[in-house]
């Protein structure tokens, strides 16, 4: 089984992350491997929509999980009965197949049920009525018909009605069957009796004296025209069989319908259960196979079975902008981790079972190694590819004002730009100016959007940063903001939960934050309110206000 492969960023992703992984893919499958795909962990941030709107792509492929599922784990070639198939055509399938157990479905595809070996058995040896040479059988008899490739044109047409068939041979003597008929005829069901014989056509006449539901002729003959005449007449049905009659009473007894033996009692997996989550119940249960189902549905999507458990297939990804676990999407662990290209500090707990190709380079953005890695390569994005990795490298290095940036960013940002047809610094300039978070967005999305957990000295941190060309929208939303922190550092425990919001124009920042006073205390910043700090010149997350945290951490000891 072929495992996805995705290309993505870290939770709550900037437009760095999405633009680089985005561009990351394309350059993956210009290189050969055709099945790479562009994922993200968080939402679209607005100046990204902006800017997959005018490259005319759509934003990629959302994944919140990647641990396996139901659904990653399932094979898909997928063999299958319908509940309406007979027993024959079953059988048949399984045997082409060489399988123990099908799932089987309605005309809807909904999985209705499985079948067994076992439960073909059953078919095969259905209960006898009282001890006497009969068997029960629930067909139709135009079922019966087609399963032997039986000729219906000497009595009344088959119907195709399902109905309680009582079966028997009319091989004993012909005292002994019209004492059988006779019997029944008490009984009051004898109107429920195929009688099936070969060339006997005094057992013929006794069917038809009887009144039998049907006449099964067996061996390739055929009844006596004038008494299949009057069996036409009197609304008995005649089945010429060619088979001897050993041999069309088992496949008559084929001829029943799958869904007549199905149990509700078999366990269904959704193709978005994690595998964790149901490991040991069908570790536990007796049932072989199990059907995997579409979320919220019960159609066929795959089945599973215990031996698929063992060494379940895992998803391949490349990382993007990042080298944390905390920062990659949930389930990072289970993944197969392929590459990881970043431009921040190695830090945190990410580990790999195998070797990873790891591209760090301090550089302004992921974006910037991206492009790099075309044109070593001696590849050409397109002009939509190279419009969303000048995105993500402006955005990342604040049109180059950033003091991360380097001399391989300002190279890389003209090549892109002359890809992509637009002037650098026009494209930065309405980049920036399109979709204000803080005029447009709910102070969730203003906190979430670009937000990153580091671990330090002991602590988890929550440090998150928005871009204006403007603080004037700031001030009305400075209390809501506060409290979306003060949230957050409940529910998770933060030591500090902190925005900050910079003004690309004048390079001049606010940082709000709530967290242990030890910490905030030590942050080596004016502060102009319990929660508020100016922060002039602090516009690089990764190279001014992290490490400033680092060391109000490391202060608050002493």
Request: glycine share 6%; aromatic share 4%.
């Amino acid at each position: 089984m072929t495992t996805p492969w995705y290309v993505i960023g870290h939770k709550n992703p900037d437009a760095d992350a999405i633009c680089a992984a985005m561009g990351h893919a394309a350059y993956l499958r210009a290189m050969g491997d055709e099945g790479v795909e562009a994922a993200r962990c968080g939402e679209v941030p607005p100046r990204v929509k902006i800017v997959l709107e005018k490259a005319g792509l759509e934003a990629p492929r959302l994944i919140e999980d990647v641990r396996p599922t139901a659904g990653s784990i399932s094979r898909k070639n997928i063999v299958s009965v319908r509940h309406d198939d007979t027993f024959l055509k079953a059988y048949r399938l399984m045997v082409d197949h060489s399988v123990r157990s099908v799932p089987v479905v309605n005309n809807d595809g909904e999985v209705c049920g499985l079948l067994h070996f076992l439960d073909l058995l059953q078919l095969l040896l259905p209960p006898a009525t009282d001890g006497r040479d009969v068997k029960l059988l629930h067909a139709s008899l135009e079922n019966i018909a087609a399963t032997l490739g039986a000729s219906s044109q000497h009595g009344a047409t088959p119907p195709d009605d399902e109905e309680d068939l009582i079966m028997m041979v009319g091989a004993s003597s012909q005292n002994t069957v019209e004492k059988r008929l006779k019997a029944a005829k008490k009984e009051g069901n004898v109107g429920e009796y195929l009688v099936i014989c070969g060339d006997r056509p005094f057992v013929h006449q006794q069917a038809y004296d009887y009144g039998v539901r049907a006449l099964l002729v067996t061996g390739g003959y055929q009844p006596d025209v004038e008494l299949a005449k009057k069996a036409k007449e009197a609304g008995m049905f005649i089945l010429c069989s060619p088979h001897d009659t050993a041999t069309t009473v088992k496949l008559a007894l084929c001829a029943r319908k799958v869904r007549n033996i199905l149990s509700d009692d078999f366990l269904s997996l959704s193709a978005n259960e994690v595998v964790e989550s149901f490991a040991k119940q069908i570790g536990d249960s007796s049932q072989d196979l199990f059907p995997v189902v579409e979320p919220g549905s019960k159609r066929l999507s795959g089945v599973v079975s215990k031996s698929d458990l063992v060494s379940p297939p895992r998803i391949r990804l490349s990382l993007v902008d990042h080298n944390e676990f905390s920062q990659a999407v949930k389930g990072v662990e289970d993944a197969q981790i392929i590459e990881i290209i970043d431009h921040h500090r190695l830090s945190g707990d990410l580990t790999s079972r195998d070797p990873v190709r790891f591209i760090n380079e301090p550089v302004g953005s992921s974006s910037t190694i991206v492009a790099r890695r075309f044109r070593e390569k001696g590849l050409t994005p397109d002009a939509s590819t190279a419009l969303l990795l000048c995105a993500g490298l402006v955005s990342d290095t604040l049109n180059l004002t950033s003091p991360t940036t380097t001399d391989i960013d300002r190279d890389q940002l003209s090549w892109l730009a002359g890809l992509a047809g637009v002037s650098p610094d026009k494209f930065a300039e309405d980049f920036f100016a399109s979709g204000s978070l803080l005029i447009n967005a709910d102070a969730k999305a203003i906190v979430g959007t670009d937000r990153k957990e580091f671990s330090e000295d002991g602590m988890i941190v929550s440090l998150a940063q928005v871009e204006e060309i403007s603080l004037k929208g700031l001030e009305g939303r400075k209390e809501e903001l506060i409290d979306e922190l003060s949230r957050l550092d409940v529910q998770h425990g933060y030591g500090l939960c902190a925005l900050l919001v910079t003004d690309i124009t004048s390079h001049h920042s606010v940082l709000l934050a709530v967290g242990e006073e030890a910490i905030l205390s030590k942050l080596p910043f004016d502060r102009i309110a319990k929660n508020e700090f100016a922060a002039p010149k602090i516009v690089s997350r990764k190279k001014q206000l992290f490490p400033a945290v680092c060391e109000a951490l490391r202060l608050r000891h002493g």
